[in-house]
């Protein structure tokens, strides 16, 4: 008996480390509820600049300097999971981005008061989680619906705990959905002991549509949800493999493939031309790296990515009214690459200072580029390199609520276009937020 609870200890924290995003510790997954429960985090922003939001105006040397600031709710997010029995659970997360979505209907007087109603606020509400797991055994559980996909280092701890700086790391963010989630099918489990012990996780998902591949963006905003139901035409595949048989140490492998994306476009007739050309296949692959122990946290990812025919892909013309890129914005790159880390030093534990606040300075620094390689005739656009520096502080008022600051310098490819020959203008800022995560009901 003691043996059979054991194991049934060992799956539900399998199972709700992998789904949860509200994850403290193993043992708060193992204890904290017997039934159900419910919590959320959020985030709250401010940004204060000295460049404009618009790095290609046609300006020589990129972004216009000045003095710019905005205030946000980046996300707001609920979650709730709950046990039918103890090895049927259900996961559900959503999440509200940019203060979500909002219309207004109003009395046009240049109309003749007509009525008209208007998109007021660009924000997303998104289902993010809605899967029901089965536990069968440590090593071997099946989950089916709506998961995150756990590729790279932000999406799979993606909460605002998990990393510093007021906003997630800008490099995998940049040409990768963020957070990432598909729906599918999985399964997951953990194996081995001590040096030898592993965590996995293996699904089939829906595939990215290549009408949402483009220039600053890479491949991010090929994530479907345009649509009530989403083209599974070419399903993909990602994998995750992390060890974690050294005590404070996670180290991660994850890939994503699709061996055709343009099977999954709006309008697959669009791509005829690949019968000739050969399929589109999207390949990417990402490493990272977690240690932590009283005294510091090092993280460090990277991420590189592969499209064929990318150069057939940037010359399919997209409708201005699609809400697809379009014109240069359209010019998906062959390559994109990420690479980059942190350090951060918990000062409290440093000084053995009880009455010090819990404060963790920290530095930063990434590469990313989602242009990083042309195909065929197709030219890269300098703007979208960027070496970046960050360096920051962030005070855990609690454990779970956090408040941010730093600044981040941004340093931009050179160029030579217009005549003009040399560097874009820098862009620096300041940034300060707050962030909190926690179950609020737990039975």
């Known amino acids: 008996m003691m043996h059979s609870y054991n194991i049934y200890k060992s799956l539900i924290a399998i199972a709700l480390v992998a789904a949860s995003p509200l994850t403290a510790t193993a043992q708060d997954n193992l204890d904290s509820f017997e039934r159900f429960r419910f919590g959320g985090y959020g985030e709250m922003v401010a940004n204060f600049k ?62 003749n008061g007509e009525y008209e109603t208007e998109m007021e606020k660009g924000g997303e509400v998104a289902l993010e989680q809605l899967h029901v797991t089965r536990l069968i055994h440590p090593a071997f559980n099946v989950r089916a619906g709506h998961m995150i996909v756990p590729l790279g280092l932000t999406n799979s701890h993606h909460e605002p705990i998990n990393f510093y700086g007021a906003e997630r790391p800008e490099g995998e963010t940049t040409f990768l959905p963020s957070t990432w989630h598909e729906t599918g099918l999985s399964i997951f489990g953990s194996f081995g002991r001590g040096c030898a012990a592993f965590n996995y996780e293996a699904m089939a998902i ?27 035409t070419c399903p993909a595949y990602a994998a995750r493999l992390d060890w974690t048989g050294l005590k404070g140490l996670r180290l991660g492998v994850s890939g994503y493939f699709c061996p055709d994306p343009a099977k999954n476009s709006d309008k697959s007739n669009k791509y005829s031309r690949y019968t000739a050309e050969g399929k589109n296949t999207l390949g990417i692959m990402s490493a990272d790296l977690q240690y932590r122990n009283r005294y510091l ?9 592969t499209l ?28 994109a690459l990420t690479y980059g880390g942190e350090l951060g030093l918990n000062l409290r534990a440093i000084t053995g200072a009880d009455r010090c606040p819990t404060l963790h300075p920290f530095v930063r620094y990434e590469y990313f580029n ?22 920051g502080i962030n005070w855990y008022a609690l454990p779970n609520l956090v408040v941010k600051a730093d600044y981040s310098t941004r340093r931009i490819g050179t160029q030579r276009v217009f005549g003009y020959s040399g560097s874009y203008n820098r862009e620096n800022e300041l940034s300060v937020g707050l962030a909190y995560i926690g179950w609020f009901v737990k039975k």
Not at 79 to 88: E, I, L
Not at 297 to 305: E, I, K, N, S
Not at 370 to 391: F, I, L, M, N, R
Request: include cysteine; proline fraction near 4%.
């Open 370 to 391: 989602p242009q990083q390689s042309a195909e065929g005739s197709a030219t890269v656009d300098p703007c979208c390199q960027v070496s970046k520096w960050q360096a």
């Open 50 to 111: 000295n460049y404009d939001s618009n790095r290609f105006s046609g300006q020589p040397a990129g972004a216009n300097n000045g003095s710019y600031a905005n205030i946000s709710i980046p996300r707001f997010n609920m979650a709730f999971d709950y046990k039918f029995t103890p090895k049927w659970v259900l996961g559900v997360e959503i999440e509200l981005e940019g203060g979500g979505v909002g219309v207004e209907t109003e009395l046009e007087a240049s109309e």
């Open 297 to 305: 946290t090092l993280r460090a990812d990277a991420v590189y990515g």
């Open 206 to 232: 829906a595939g990215l549509n290549p009408d949402g591949f483009g220039r600053d963006h890479w491949v991010a905003d090929g994530k479907q949800g345009l649509f009530e139901k989403d083209n599974f």
């Open 308 to 335: 064929a025919h990318s150069d057939v892909v940037s010359s399919v013309t997209m409708s201005n009214k699609s809400g697809y890129h379009s014109g240069a914005m359209r010019r998906v790159a062959h390559s």
